[in-house]
């Protein structure tokens, strides 16, 4: 372990610059368009942010990266491709990639929102840190969780290499989420030692014992600048789990095995962990599902629960895409050769269960065929241990006697089995291959095993064993242990013994005709009748009722004879006013005993108290005692010398109290015997966070995450530990704050909320709550209708007027979407069914309608800019938001087909290349085509929209200024054209007619905030 020193002036200076440049945002900092909930993990490569949206509070998971990467356009461009890559992912553990941006300079990722505590967090609230682990079961879920999801982003292509532990968030259900995958190759080798050669952290981190940083997990090979690989993360997983499982970090130059540090679990933890850790990778599990099939051999029962769940990872890992692209053949052998390899584990691990046959076979064939092509006559030479021993030809009735050990036989050529067999040794099966004008010139040896057997005797510990043969000689074998058990391995020949059993103090056993088989464990209970035995019990005072196993034999002094030896004897001495006594004795077979009690204890309790006290940074228990009480039955006590010597007989109710600390209540049966010693865990009394909040604003109150209610305008919290405060007040921006009080300490936080800004003349708006978007149209002025010559052009437009608008206004981006109209009337009218099409099939007064609620609740939340409403755009506004200052029949040009807008054809009609029609019939998502100057898109076809204006059959013609709608006539002007219309008849100045009681499929509308009409 190296140390971790202060390192020298100028490197501490240069590592504080690195610092500033790289620092962490602060809660609530403003950061682009967002504003910083909270900072969710400071890592080596990017600090990962929860950030909201400061118009529509949105939230998102934001990663920033380190100040290097800045103006690295390769990364930027590696990062939209892992953008592309993980959109196709469909597991739960990796969140979505929303964007790629550069804000300030700086490149980040947005992302989906990712919840829960961090691993370290985690740990710390399930485990101890440096002392002692998670629980296996616990370490078992999280590390198949690991590998599964690091398994299937492999088979993706994809991999990780950073595994710090504050990257992993635990959901509340127990699964996790993963961030930064992928960004270690995103950056690519120069770029990442160059932040790694700046970075701050040390080497190792044996002071950080509750989390794991970069530098921790990383893999030697990685670590040494050797060409890594998604082995990387295998060894990061095995690192990772040895810490959750014995709450310690490895250390590889003094490794210390799991079963060393954490008590009965499996031997296999040690294999998993040794291949896991390996030092070369290619020694290392391969991949994460073999290193998950290692995993499952943790578990001692094949079908538990814990591996149950390890096989659910290993089925979620797909088949690598590059396997796929093979074909179905290699495909296959892809999938044989992990069914293969799991073969082998479990022929390995069976293997390892086989006992010796009893018939031992082994083949000569290719010996004795290479001997016979040199063309000598065929016969067989066998050399046999021992000297006597038994020939016989399987399949035939030939059977010959070695003499002296060797035997040769002159045979016909052949295949032959020989079957060799010798008293008190195991028989051996040769199988031999005779060719024809062939002799044996090598002598076959065959060395027969002796057929030694095993005995096991169960009796008395001590006696001795001894057997007596058929012969009538008594062998001595051996002493029984202390469990009552003799064993002999491989010590005595089969066939039939007498048994003798023999000990001190108890009749001897004899036991006849003992047949001891070959191949097979002999098991004999031999028991021992003991002697009997003397016994006198004293006591001081005499006269006390003695008490044997629940039996009153008498009173003291007493003498007891022909006591039946046993060390199961409970002796219990009662005498009225002294405390009852007991005893457990062992009598020994044939012995005399005393049992004296001595003197007598008078009727008394104690009681005796250990105390602890939870939590981080708290004061010694001894620094407590002088305001410590003990409370025994609603009665308190000084604490004294934590000894009351002293309780009556019964059931009492005990707790401890403290000004800042409370105990349990436990409750005790009070016996006239023996001595009580009480653990106490003194808890810190809960602190208490009071809201004032001005006027009668209502808060969501969420406490690390957790929406609370309020008690009164209270809220109770844990002493002495961080907890975050979130408040959620409607048209106002979100507060946090973290609290970290005394016991039993009252703090009032005066909240000051601060309302949602309105918009900004000049810049784009975010209708907040409803994500309504408005782009900025200035003020300015252009001509309306379309000039004489323009194709297609109908005489309603013309002729052409020159408008002029002295104030700017906002327009809706989009079209209103059927979830945004749903939102705020609770209806849904539309056709052609999606949230993100536009609405549809909605009247003229019902448009108006939508507006004015609009409208209200923005007047309500004082949002609205001054003279400005929410409503309708007029003709004349309509037409010069949507060309975007261009003067040409579309905002994109002169030409169009149905690649530009949804609609149908192309214009002008003449032209012989371009799409004729859009795909499939109805409407289409908005936002799909190109938008305009001012960034409104569907201006050209998707669906007619309404306008303030009724319809004139032409335009005025002359100059206007500021021009308010018309009011005179029946029908109502729509512009823009819809999805069934011709290129033609969605141009910028084709005005329509449609009355206002109309509800087509094809006519939706487009919201401006815009001065008051």
């Given at each position: 372990?190296?140390?971790?020193?202060?390192?020298?002036?100028?490197?501490?200076?240069?590592?504080?610059?690195?610092?500033?440049?790289?620092?962490?945002?602060?809660?609530?900092?403003?950061?682009?368009?967002?504003?910083?909930?909270?900072?969710?993990?400071?890592?080596?490569?990017?600090?990962?942010?929860?950030?909201?949206?400061?118009?529509?509070?949105?939230?998102?998971?934001?990663?920033?990266?380190?100040?290097?990467?800045?103006?690295?356009?390769?990364?930027?461009?590696?990062?939209?491709?892992?953008?592309?890559?993980?959109?196709?992912?469909?597991?739960?553990?990796?969140?979505?990639?929303?964007?790629?941006?550069?804000?300030?300079?700086?490149?980040?990722?947005?992302?989906?929102?990712?919840?829960?505590?961090?691993?370290?967090?985690?740990?710390?609230?399930?485990?101890?840190?440096?002392?002692?682990?998670?629980?296996?079961?616990?370490?078992?879920?999280?590390?198949?969780?690991?590998?599964?999801?690091?398994?299937?982003?492999?088979?993706?292509?994809?991999?990780?290499?950073?595994?710090?532990?504050?990257?992993?968030?635990?959901?509340?259900?127990?699964?996790?989420?993963?961030?930064?995958?992928?960004?270690?190759?995103?950056?690519?080798?120069?770029?990442?030692?160059?932040?790694?050669?700046?970075?701050?952290?040390?080497?190792?981190?044996?002071?950080?014992?509750?989390?794991?940083?970069?530098?921790?997990?990383?893999?030697?090979?990685?670590?040494?600048?050797?060409?890594?690989?998604?082995?990387?993360?295998?060894?990061?997983?095995?690192?990772?789990?040895?810490?959750?499982?014995?709450?310690?970090?490895?250390?590889?130059?003094?490794?210390?095995?799991?079963?060393?540090?954490?008590?009965?679990?499996?031997?296999?933890?040690?294999?998993?962990?040794?291949?896991?850790?390996?030092?070369?990778?290619?020694?290392?599990?391969?991949?994460?599902?073999?290193?998950?099939?290692?995993?499952?051999?943790?578990?001692?029962?094949?079908?538990?629960?814990?591996?149950?769940?390890?096989?659910?990872?290993?089925?979620?890992?797909?088949?690598?895409?590059?396997?796929?692209?093979?074909?179905?053949?290699?495909?296959?052998?892809?999938?044989?050769?992990?069914?293969?390899?799991?073969?082998?584990?479990?022929?390995?691990?069976?293997?390892?269960?086989?006992?010796?046959?009893?018939?031992e076979e082994a083949d000569y064939s290719r010996s004795v065929a290479q001997v016979a092509e040199a063309g000598q006559r065929p016969s067989l030479e066998?050399?046999?241990?021992?000297?006597?021993?038994?020939?016989?030809?399987?399949?035939?009735?030939?059977?010959?006697?070695?003499?002296?050990?060797?035997?040769?036989?002159?045979?016909?050529?052949?295949?032959?089995?020989?079957?060799?067999?010798?008293?008190?040794?195991?028989?051996?099966?040769?199988?031999?291959?005779?060719?024809?004008?062939?002799?044996?010139?090598?002598?076959?040896?065959?060395?027969?095993?002796?057929?030694?057997?095993?005995?096991?005797?169960?009796?008395?510990?001590?006696?001795?064993?001894?057997?007596?043969?058929?012969?009538?000689?008594?062998?001595?074998?051996?002493?029984?242990?202390?469990?009552?058990?003799?064993?002999?391995?491989?010590?005595?020949?089969?066939?039939?013994?007498?048994?003798?059993?023999?000990?001190?103090?108890?009749?001897?056993?004899?036991?006849?005709?003992?047949?001891?088989?070959?191949?097979?464990?002999?098991?004999?209970?031999?028991?021992?009748?003991?002697?009997?035995?003397?016994?006198?019990?004293?006591?001081?005072?005499?006269?006390?009722?003695?008490?044997?196993?629940?039996?009153?034999?008498?009173?003291?002094?007493?003498?007891?004879?022909?006591?039946?030896?046993?060390?199961?004897?409970?002796?219990?001495?009662?005498?009225?006013?002294?405390?009852?006594?007991?005893?457990?004795?062992?009598?020994?077979?044939?012995?005399?005993?005393?049992?004296?009690?001595?003197?007598?204890?008078?009727?008394?309790?104690?009681?005796?108290?250990?105390?602890?006290?939870?939590?981080?940074?708290?004061?010694?228990?001894?620094?407590?005692?002088?305001?410590?009480?003990?409370?025994?039955?609603?009665?308190?006590?000084?604490?004294?010398?934590?000894?009351?010597?002293?309780?009556p007989v019964g059931e009492h109710r005990i707790r401890l109290e403290h000004p800042l600390y409370i105990s349990n209540e436990k409750t005790l049966q009070?016996?006239?015997?023996?001595?009580?010693?009480?653990?106490?865990?003194?808890?810190?009394?809960?602190?208490?966070?009071?809201?004032?909040?001005?006027?009668?604003?209502?808060?969501?109150?969420?406490?690390?995450?957790?929406?609370?209610?309020?008690?009164?305008?209270?809220?109770?919290?844990?002493?002495n530990k961080e907890v975050e405060f979130e408040l959620r007040v409607r048209n106002h921006l979100t507060m946090s704050r973290v609290f970290k009080l005394?016991?039993?300490?009252?703090?009032?936080?005066?909240?000051?909320?601060?309302?949602?800004?309105?918009?900004?003349?000049?810049?784009?708006?975010?209708?907040?709550?409803?994500?309504?978007?408005?782009?900025?149209?200035?003020?300015?002025?252009?001509?309306?209708?379309?000039?004489?010559?323009?194709?297609?052009?109908?005489?309603?437009?013309?002729?052409?007027?020159?408008?002029?608008?002295?104030?700017?206004?906002?327009?809706?981006?989009?079209?209103?979407?059927?979830?945004?109209?749903?939102?705020?009337?609770?209806?849904?009218?539309?056709?052609?069914?999606?949230?993100?099409?536009?609405?549809?099939?909605?009247?003229?007064?019902?448009?108006?309608?939508?507006?004015?609620?609009?409208?209200?609740?923005?007047?309500?939340?004082?949002?609205?800019?001054?003279?400005?409403?929410?409503?309708?755009?007029?003709?004349?506004?309509?037409?010069?938001?949507?060309?975007?200052?261009?003067?040409?029949?579309?905002?994109?040009?002169?030409?169009?087909?149905?690649?530009?807008?949804?609609?149908?054809?192309?214009?002008?009609?003449?032209?012989?290349?371009?799409?004729?029609?859009?795909?499939?019939?109805?409407?289409?998502?908005?936002?799909?085509?190109?938008?305009?100057?001012?960034?409104?898109?569907?201006?050209?076809?998707?669906?007619?929209?309404?306008?303030?204006?009724?319809?004139?059959?032409?335009?005025?013609?002359?100059?206007?200024?500021?021009?308010?709608?018309?009011?005179?006539?029946?029908?109502?002007?729509?512009?823009?054209?819809?999805?069934?219309?011709?290129?033609?008849?969605?141009?910028?100045?084709?005005?329509?007619?449609?009355?206002?009681?109309?509800?087509?499929?094809?006519?939706?509308?487009?919201?401006?905030?815009?001065?008051?009409?």
């Amino acid at each position: 372990m190296e140390n971790e020193e202060s390192p020298p002036d100028s490197i501490a200076a240069a590592q504080k610059k690195e610092q500033l440049k790289n620092r962490v945002l602060k809660t609530g900092e403003s950061f682009g368009n967002y504003r910083v909930v909270k900072c969710m993990c400071a890592g080596l490569l990017a600090h990962y942010y929860h950030m909201q949206h400061i118009r529509d509070l949105h939230d998102v998971t934001v990663g920033i990266f380190h100040y290097r990467t800045e103006g690295n356009d390769r990364f930027f461009k590696r990062l939209e491709l892992l953008k592309k890559t993980v959109s196709t992912f469909d597991h739960e553990a990796i969140p979505k990639i929303r964007d790629c941006n550069k804000i300030d300079g700086r490149i980040c990722l947005f992302l989906d929102p990712v919840k829960g505590q961090t691993l370290s967090q985690y740990f710390e609230t399930h485990g101890e840190p440096g002392k002692e682990g998670i629980g296996v079961k616990a370490s078992v879920v999280m590390i198949a969780q690991l590998l599964g999801v690091l398994g299937y982003a492999h088979s993706q292509g994809v991999d990780h290499r950073d595994l710090d532990s504050d990257l992993i968030y635990v959901q509340e259900d127990g699964s996790i989420r993963i961030l930064g995958l992928g960004v270690k190759a995103a950056l690519g080798v120069d770029l990442f030692e160059s932040i790694v050669s700046a970075s701050v952290s040390p080497l190792v981190s044996s002071k950080t014992l509750g989390r794991l940083n970069s530098f921790d997990v990383m893999s030697p090979e990685y670590r040494s600048g050797v060409v890594e690989d998604a082995r990387v993360d295998v060894y990061g997983v095995g690192f990772i789990g040895y810490w959750l499982l014995t709450g310690r970090k490895a250390v590889l130059s003094k490794y210390e095995p799991p079963t060393k540090l954490v008590d009965d679990i499996s031997p296999n933890w040690n294999e998993y962990f040794d291949k896991s850790l390996e030092r070369t990778q290619d020694k290392r599990y391969q991949s994460c599902k073999v290193a998950l099939l290692g995993l499952k051999s943790t578990e001692v029962e094949p079908q538990s629960e814990g591996a149950g769940f390890v096989q659910r990872q290993i089925d979620r890992i797909p088949v690598p895409k590059k396997i796929v692209e093979r074909g179905e053949l290699a495909t296959r052998i892809y999938r044989l050769f992990i069914i293969g390899l799991i073969g082998l584990t479990l022929t390995a691990i069976c293997a390892s269960f086989l006992s010796v046959s009893y018939t031992e076979e082994a083949d000569y064939s290719r010996s004795v065929a290479q001997v016979a092509e040199a063309g000598q006559r065929p016969s067989l030479e066998l050399k046999v241990e021992p000297p006597v021993a038994k020939v016989e030809f399987v399949g035939f009735k030939q059977r010959f006697f070695a003499n002296e050990g060797a035997l040769r036989l002159n045979v016909q050529p052949g295949d032959y089995k020989l079957r060799i067999s010798a008293p008190h040794h195991i028989e051996k099966i040769l199988r031999v291959n005779i060719v024809s004008g062939a002799s044996i010139a090598e002598r076959v040896q065959v060395k027969l095993k002796p057929a030694w057997t095993d005995m096991t005797i169960h009796t008395e510990p001590g006696a001795s064993i001894s057997v007596v043969d058929v012969r009538g000689l008594e062998i001595e074998l051996g002493v029984a242990d202390d469990s009552g058990t003799f064993s002999l391995k491989k010590g005595i020949f089969a066939g039939t013994y007498q048994v003798l059993v023999k000990k001190a103090g108890y009749q001897p056993s004899v036991l006849e005709n003992q047949a001891i088989e070959f191949g097979t464990l002999a098991e004999i209970d031999a028991p021992l009748l003991p002697l009997p035995a003397k016994v006198d019990v004293r006591s001081q005072p005499a006269g006390a009722s003695i008490v044997i196993n629940d039996v009153e034999l008498g009173k003291t002094p007493l003498s007891l004879e022909d006591v039946i030896p046993s060390d199961q004897y409970l002796v219990i001495a009662r005498l009225p006013g002294y405390r009852p006594i007991g005893r457990r004795v062992v009598v020994e077979p044939g012995q005399d005993m005393m049992i004296d009690f001595g003197d007598l204890v008078p009727l008394s309790g104690a009681l005796r108290f250990r105390v602890s006290v939870r939590g981080k940074n708290v004061p010694e228990p001894e620094d407590l005692y002088h305001a410590l009480k003990v409370v025994i039955d609603d009665e308190a006590y000084s604490w004294g010398e934590r000894d009351l010597g002293f309780v009556p007989v019964g059931e009492h109710r005990i707790r401890l109290e403290h000004p800042l600390y409370i105990s349990n209540e436990k409750t005790l049966q009070v016996d006239d015997r023996g001595e009580y010693t009480l653990d106490f865990v003194l808890k810190p009394r809960p602190s208490i966070v009071q809201l004032e909040i001005p006027g009668s604003l209502e808060a969501a109150v969420r406490v690390d995450g957790v929406v609370t209610k309020l008690v009164g305008n209270s809220i109770q919290i844990p002493a002495n530990k961080e907890v975050e405060f979130e408040l959620r007040v409607r048209n106002h921006l979100t507060m946090s704050r973290v609290f970290k009080l005394s016991p039993n300490e009252t703090y009032v936080w005066q909240v000051k909320p601060v309302s949602i800004p309105g918009p900004t003349e000049g810049q784009s708006w975010t209708l907040p709550y409803f994500s309504i978007s408005f782009g900025w149209v200035p003020a300015g002025e252009f001509t309306m209708g379309s000039p004489l010559p323009e194709h297609a052009r109908l005489p309603n437009e013309g002729p052409q007027t020159q408008v002029r608008f002295t104030r700017g206004f906002w327009a809706g981006i989009y079209e209103v979407t059927q979830a945004q109209y749903y939102e705020i009337t609770g209806r849904n009218p539309s056709k052609f069914k999606s949230s993100a099409r536009p609405v549809e099939s909605v009247s003229w007064q019902e448009a108006k309608v939508f507006c004015e609620l609009l409208t209200n609740f923005e007047r309500e939340a004082q949002r609205l800019p001054e003279g400005y409403v929410y409503r309708l755009p007029s003709e004349a506004e309509w037409e010069y938001a949507a060309r975007g200052g261009s003067m040409t029949p579309f905002h994109f040009g002169r030409v169009a087909d149905a690649t530009k807008g949804h609609f149908r054809g192309v214009y002008p009609r003449d032209r012989k290349d371009g799409l004729r029609a859009p795909d499939g019939t109805g409407t289409s998502i908005v936002g799909r085509y190109q938008a305009n100057e001012y960034g409104l898109y569907d201006v050209h076809g998707n669906v007619r929209e309404w306008t303030l204006d009724r319809y004139n059959g032409r335009l005025s013609g002359e100059s206007a200024v500021d021009p308010r709608p018309r009011s005179e006539g029946e029908r109502i002007v729509v512009r823009g054209g819809g999805w069934e219309d011709s290129a033609a008849r969605v141009r910028s100045a084709v005005r329509e007619e449609i009355s206002p009681n109309v509800t087509s499929d094809a006519v939706g509308f487009r919201v401006v905030l815009a001065p008051e009409l």
